[in-house]
């Protein structure tokens, strides 16, 4: 197989004074109710933390129970922790997707092979191999921005076989649809981020959904006191019905940008590809390599796509900002676009 940097990043692109359309993380700094919930919790920071409170208002929010829910330091502790449990197991990855569970994989010893889509990016259940036993697959899929139907991803289930759903953008589509969240099925793990759509990556939050014994497995491997209090208590506060209003509200504007984006582009006669659902989109031009460089001098900061399986030195993922920030960036590429041509 073709070797990427697995380990590349858009946090990676950004550097002082650019304007950051390379990480996906919506908000520039956690509202301000978020913020006071942390600042709250700074006094209890002598004990050791608990993230029971945390399990059990993930349980409520998806209508599951607590045995079926392990909160995690990001989802990034979810990749190594089931590469972790479930060494030994044939396990494939849906490219092109975020690069992390591959990387966690490897590290982990398994002997990783890649479906790779192309065309429109949409999962097709049949190019999976039928001895597959460790599934990963995006929805909305990061960087293509495609969201798989439901249908699609259970298609995959076999006995024996467990599906890996990565669902860290989900929360940024309106409606969440296609959404395994809320239902318990047996060989489904569903993985859920807080850090995108509240301005926390630097804090590391998110959760796990699966079948109970899958959820023991993962306790088993994963280190003690990994979530910190903090992040246990913010994945409480970002569960309450308030803030799951305000995330469908960041949901709806965010699509709006995201067509403003799409329409600024396709003025510029660049490619979207795809059908973008997620907050960032995929675009596929000659010299996007050079491109890329041009925007930093200009002072934007995009995501290269030569580092996910799949694509190559003609794709960036950019990400979707809000109006005034998306005017001055598509300013600025048409600008740059003459000196790539």
């Known amino acids: 197989m073709a070797e990427y940097d697995l380990h590349h990043h858009g946090d990676t692109e950004v550097g002082a ?8 993380v919506r908000l520039p700094e956690p509202p301000a109710w978020l ?5 709250d919790a700074l006094t209890g920071l002598a004990a050791y933390p608990d993230a029971s409170e945390a399990t059990a208002a993930v349980a409520e929010r998806h ?11 990001g989802a990034a502790e979810a990749f190594t922790l089931l590469a972790t449990a479930f060494r030994g197991r044939h396990a494939v990855v849906v490219h092109p997707q975020f690069t992390e569970p591959e990387a966690a994989l490897r590290a982990a010893g398994h002997d990783v092979r890649r479906v790779l889509l192309s065309g429109d990016y949409r999962l097709d259940p049949a190019l999976v191999p039928e001895d597959a036993e460790l599934v990963f697959a995006g929805n909305p899929t990061n960087p293509t921005s495609v969201l798989h139907p439901a249908s699609a991803l259970l298609a995959l289930t076999r006995p024996g076989r467990l599906v890996v759903v990565d669902e860290a953008f989900l929360d940024a589509v309106p409606g969440e649809p296609e959404s395994l969240a809320g239902q318990a099925i047996p060989g489904v793990v569903v993985i859920r981020s807080l850090t995108k759509t509240w301005g926390i990556a630097g804090l590391r939050a998110g959760y796990v959904l699966a079948e109970p014994d899958v959820v023991r497995k993962l306790k088993a491997v994963q ?39 799409v329409a600024g582009l396709a003025e510029l006669g660049l490619k979207v590809l795809g059908s973008p659902r997620a907050p960032f989109v995929l675009v596929e031009t000659p010299g996007a390599d050079r491109l890329r460089l041009r ?26 900002r809000d109006e005034g920030v998306t005017a001055g960036f598509l300013r600025a590429l048409a600008g740059v676009l003459p000196q790539v041509s």
């Open 17 to 24: 004074g650019l304007v950051d359309l390379a990480v996906n």
């Open 35 to 39: 913020r006071q919930e942390l600042a």
């Open 63 to 73: 209508g599951r129970s607590s045995g079926e829910v392990l909160v995690t330091a």
């Open 223 to 261: 280190p003690p006191w990994s979530v910190s209090t903090l992040s246990a208590r913010a994945v409480v506060a970002c569960c309450r019905q308030a803030a799951l209003d305000e995330a469908a509200q960041l949901a709806v504007a965010a699509e709006q940008d995201r067509e403003n984006l």
């Open 295 to 320: 925007l930093r001098e200009a002072g934007y900061a995009v995501r290269r796509g030569d580092t996910f399986p799949g694509l190559g030195s003609d794709h960036l993922r950019i990400a979707v």
